[in-house]
């Protein structure tokens, strides 16, 4: 797993890596797809330079919270789909919907949807994700 399964070491990530994108340091490969997708969400700006306070907090859907590290987190997940085409044929379907919409942060957040859909069923299912399926939404979009 590229991030490990500790939360905040994981939120830390995206702390440190926008915290150097700001100050003009040197960044690895990984800090530099972070802070890019930082950049795109001005909206989490402000919690990743709060630091320490963003790493405890619980985002709960039922109180009309979105996760913004798991949002980030699925851009990331879908960059790394499309530049590795896992499943194969994303890159194509990716590269399709772009030409239509013309809009990167959109296709991905297209995409996203399908990829949530995807790893919810795959959880009620007790199951890994279904590729194919995942796939298909992203075909139809």
């Known amino acids: 797993m590229i991030f490990g ?3 905040n070491q994981l939120r830390q990530m995206y702390i440190d ?3 150097k994108h700001q100050a003009g340091e040197v960044m690895q490969p990984l800090e530099a797809l972070i802070s890019k997708v930082v950049a795109m969400h001005p909206e989490y700006h402000d919690l ?3 630091g320490e306070d963003a790493l405890d907090r619980d985002f709960l859907p039922e109180m009309g919270d979105s996760n913004p590290f798991m949002h980030m987190g ?3 997940a879908i960059r790394e789909q499309v530049s590795t085409d896992r499943p194969v044929g994303i890159s194509i379907a990716h590269k399709k919907l772009l030409l239509r919409l013309q809009d990167p942060h959109e296709v991905e957040h297209q995409i996203m949807e399908c990829l949530g ?3 919810w069923e795959s959880q009620q299912n ?3 994700p279904d590729e194919a399926q995942y ?3 992203i075909q139809k979009l």
């Open 74 to 76: 699925m851009h990331i």
């Open 135 to 137: 796939l298909l939404c």
């Open 17 to 19: 890596a926008w915290r």
């Open 126 to 128: 007790n199951s890994a």
């Open 117 to 119: 859909r995807a790893l």
């Open 5 to 7: 399964q500790d939360r």
């Open 48 to 50: 990743l330079s709060k």
